[in-house]
T-cell receptor, first 116, second 109 residues
Framework: ETGVTQTPRHLVMGMTNKKSLKCEQHLGHNAMYWYKQSAKKPLELMFVYSLEERVENNSVPSRFSPECPNSSHLFLHLHTLQPEDSALYLC???????????????FGPGTRLTVT | GQNIDQPTEMTATEGAIVQINCTYQTSGFNGLFWYQQHAGEAPTFLSYNVLDGLEEKGRFSSFLSRSKGYSYLLLKELQMKDSASYLCAVRSSARQLTFGSGTQLTVLP
């Protein structure tokens, strides 16, 4: 496997279900991200894990819970979601330095989530 | 707050040149990125500007003016495969990447 992989690619879940999205990067990067992409809306940054520091967007509801057990793996745990949470969820990774230099982010193929 | 504006849609002819503009107002600046996203696929990196001026990479060029809060992506010798959404994104000083809504480019034969 190369690059950034995500599983599952498609997920349909009811509002009472609990599920998890998985992301794995094989690029040796030290930062990982979750984004939400809804139709006709900009990519929205949800969570960042960078140099062991978690940065989160305060507008993300608590029904989304990230987990980053190591620099190669990232999870997004989902519970009691709403229909408006249906979207494409993209994972990305990048190589960040302590000096703050920006490097491009590499995106996974995404998980298409439908909440019924 | 963060605000990034780019046109919603553009149309151009195969072989032509097209310029996609992006204006931004952000609370900090640490670089501007352009990404390409084909329908149903992940965004892929095209270019990065952190200093004023033009960066050229093959058929694609990107320009930045920090004083004007302005960037453009220039695509030359357009091909049908260039039909995609082009995303402008600004990196603030807070390690946050804010994306515009994207410009859907359609290349016609």
């Amino acid at each position: 496997e190369t690059g950034v992989t995500q599983t599952p690619r498609h997920l349909v879940m009811g509002m009472t279900n609990k599920k998890s999205l998985k992301c794995e990067q094989h690029l040796g990067h030290n930062a990982m991200y979750w984004y939400k992409q809804s139709a006709k809306k900009p990519l929205e940054l949800m969570f960042v894990y960078s140099l062991e520091e978690r940065v989160e967007n305060n507008s993300v509801p608590s029904r989304f819970s990230p987990e980053c057990p190591n620099s190669s793996h990232l999870f997004l745990h989902l519970h009691t979601l709403q229909p408006e949470d249906s979207a494409l969820y993209l994972c990305a990774s990048s190589q960040e330095t302590s000096g703050g230099r920006s490097y491009e982010q590499y995106f996974g193929p995404g998980t298409r989530l439908t909440v019924t | 707050g963060q605000n990034i504006d780019q046109p919603t849609e553009m149309t151009a002819t195969e072989g032509a040149i097209v310029q996609i503009n992006c204006t931004y107002q952000t609370s900090g600046f640490n670089g501007l990125f352009w990404y390409q996203q084909h329908a149903g696929e992940a965004p892929t990196f095209l270019s990065y500007n952190v200093l004023d001026g033009l960066e050229e990479k093959g058929r694609f060029s990107s320009f930045l003016s920090r004083s004007k809060g302005y960037s453009y992506l220039l695509l030359k010798e357009l091909q049908m495969k260039d039909s995609a959404s082009y995303l402008c994104a600004v990196r603030s000083s807070a390690r946050q990447l804010t994306f515009g809504s994207g410009t859907q480019l359609t290349v016609l034969p």
